[in-house]
């Protein structure tokens, strides 16, 4: 058998290994923490911490905390998708991550065996899916809004301009 020694000896050995690995793993950590991409996709909000101006969309985004470009990729629907298509998608998530009804108890008589499980969901990707429906309602609305702005822009000009056909003269 192996002496005491030579036990504490691997013990100790693995220890140190062990506790450089630890260190080098919390300054890696630290780097890690301080380093921010400038275009980096790498968490949920880069989006979000990168609308900083006025823009309508920027502000649309910082209230809902989710980008545009985020919100069809969890519908699973490209721009420029009729709303129908969104909405279908959006119905399709949305229930696919609700809970199941409990299931109905075996009637006297029958066996109770082992009733298989019923199937988990998300609380979490039904939220976003809710969020994401909501972000891609507000930018129609507001391109909506915006369409009627520049169209009612559009007739006021074409009604403050005199009606006279020009002559080509002074």
């Known amino acids: 058998m192996s002496s005491p020694r030579v036990i504490v000896q691997i ?7 062990f506790g450089k690995a630890l260190y080098e793993a919390g300054k890696q950590a630290v780097k890690n923490a301080k380093h921010s991409p400038q275009g980096g996709i ?3 909000i880069t989006g979000v911490r990168n ?14 905390r989710m980008t545009l470009d985020e919100a069809h990729l969890i519908l699973n629907a490209k721009r420029g998708v009729v709303m129908e298509e969104i909405l279908k998608n959006y119905e399709h998530l949305f229930k696919a991550n609700s809970p199941r009804p409990a299931p109905d108890p075996p009637a006297s008589g029958q066996r109770a065996g082992k009733q298989p499980a019923p199937p988990t969901y998300s ?21 909506q809004g915006d369409a009627k702005t520049e169209s009612a822009h559009h007739a006021a000009d074409s009604a403050s301009k005199p009606n006279t056909p020009d002559t080509g003269s002074p």
């Open 51 to 64: 609308a900083t101006s006025t823009s309508a969309t920027d502000t649309l985004t910082r209230e809902h």
């Open 123 to 143: 609380h979490y990707l039904q939220s976003k899916v809710v969020r994401a429906r909501e972000r891609i309602e507000a930018e129609t609305k507001l391109a």
């Open 42 to 44: 790498g968490s949920d």
């Open 11 to 17: 013990l100790v050995t693995g220890a140190q290994i």
